[in-house]
């Protein structure tokens, strides 16, 4: 599905993409919202201070409508 986001750009949903791990030391993840990169995450927490930042309240992480984890889910991060 594809909804115009507030600039009038299209973007695609989810809103919320968790890219796979970075191997680094420590490992992260980036994060992107409204296809926007906001980030990089270390742990869920930072993903979901990421989403409160943004505006987007709380959000379900486990919702497939609402979070894209690419590389592995929110278990993930090594």
Do not use: Y
């Not at 695609?12 to 680094?24: G, N, Q, R, S, T």
């Not at 296809?35 to 309240?57: I, M, Y």
């Amino acid at each position: 599905m594809t909804e115009p986001a507030a600039s009038g750009v299209p973007h695609h949903w989810p809103p919320v993409v968790v890219h796979h791990v970075v191997e680094a030391s420590p490992p992260f993840r980036h994060v992107d919202i409204l296809g926007t990169q906001v980030g990089k995450a270390h742990n869920v927490r930072d993903v979901v201070e990421f989403c409160r930042r943004a505006g987007l309240g709380e959000v379900d992480l486990d919702a497939e409508d609402t979070v894209q984890w690419i590389g592995g889910g929110p278990e993930v991060w090594e």
